[in-house]
């Protein structure tokens, strides 16, 4: 049997990349989802696609919310609640998530709020206005959208990206918590936590417009100065060059990955159907929990971490359902 035919699933974060191919891949499957974006235009784009690629009876409704304010969560719950008719949810996708903040020392203390508000913050306040109806749903699912920076807390030597990491520190840390806890309080609902590599999203460039910032291309040089910092603009570079270079960036971190959105989705969603709490996508995901697991002093020793990579390939993980009471 199809384990997402005739329910009813929320997805935050699903006017691009990973969050949208989940909406899709839902729909597809025979679920009805409510998805929302801070980009309104996104959201509803999302649902057209979704819709048309649903079997009859499934509806797809798109949304505008910020899920870094709980006021705004609260209304697009009761806002997907009255257009499809439900008094519950049976499967919420946490997936919104941006960067930026990343450093503490260095970065605007805005940027770093900002960031943590939506990749943390967001998570909570699902939580907390979609665990009742998940609840009432009898058979519910909650699904958080961690990182590998949530257990590796940086992108690499002279790379800090502190606010991010901080939030998916935290995002793993409650999800592993809900595991005794909802098994205690509220069996009828069990929680799963998404660790995703790098996948080709738009998450940089998203990331950028949440700051306030508009496209490379309309960049003034102190805004692009602003974004990059000193250390990391390319010696001798014009501020045309850099447009450029972040022009091709943005779309290389998008195209050039080694997981799609879509095959992320896949992985999240059958991940899901198997009852596992712990979802790595990617394999730089595996490799890099390996390492961290198999010696977690060395974590922030890139060197020694390097050398045991390159000693031993890591096993292949098995699935990891929810472990019994």
Not at 261 to 289: C, H, N
């Amino acid at each position: 049997m199809n384990f997402f035919a005739g329910k009813l699933a929320v997805v935050t974060g699903g006017g691009s990349g990973m969050g949208r191919e989940l909406v899709i891949q839902l729909a597809v499957a025979g679920c009805s989802v409510a998805t929302c974006d801070v980009n309104a235009a996104s959201a509803a784009e999302t649902a057209v696609l979704a819709q048309a690629g649903g079997p009859g009876g499934v509806l797809v409704t798109g949304h505008t919310c910020d899920v870094s304010d709980e006021a705004q969560v609260l209304r697009f719950r009761d806002e997907l609640l009255a257009q499809h008719a439900s008094e519950h949810v049976d499967v919420v996708f946490s997936n919104a998530g941006i960067g930026g903040g990343e450093s503490f020392v260095t970065s605007r203390r805005e940027d770093w709020e900002r960031t943590f508000a939506t990749d943390w913050w967001g998570v909570y306040y699902c939580a907390r206005a979609f665990l009742p109806l998940l609840i009432a749903s009898g058979d519910g699912v909650l699904v958080n959208t961690s990182s590998v920076n949530g257990f590796w807390a940086t992108l690499g030597p002279g790379i800090p990206n502190n606010a991010y990491c901080a939030a998916k520190f935290a995002v793993k840390g409650f999800s592993e918590a809900l595991i005794e806890d909802l098994r205690t309080h509220a069996p009828q609902v069990r929680v799963a936590v998404v660790m995703p590599g790098h996948i080709g999203t738009d998450i940089v460039a998203n990331s950028r417009r949440a700051r306030g910032l508009p496209e490379p291309e309309l960049m003034t040089e102190t805004e692009l100065r602003d974004l990059i910092p000193a250390r990391m603009w390319p010696e001798g570079a014009s501020a045309d060059q850099v447009r450029q270079l972040l022009v091709r960036s943005n779309a290389d971190f998008r195209d050039k990955a080694p997981v799609t959105a879509a095959q992320a989705a896949t992985i999240i969603l059958d991940g899901v159907r198997s009852g596992a709490w712990r979802i790595l996508v990617g394999e730089d995901a595996k490799t890099l929990d390996w390492l961290v697991r198999a010696k977690p002093e060395a974590a922030y020793d890139y060197a020694e971490l390097g050398r045991m990579g390159a000693a031993q390939a890591p096993p292949a993980p098995e699935p990891e359902p929810a472990p019994e009471p």
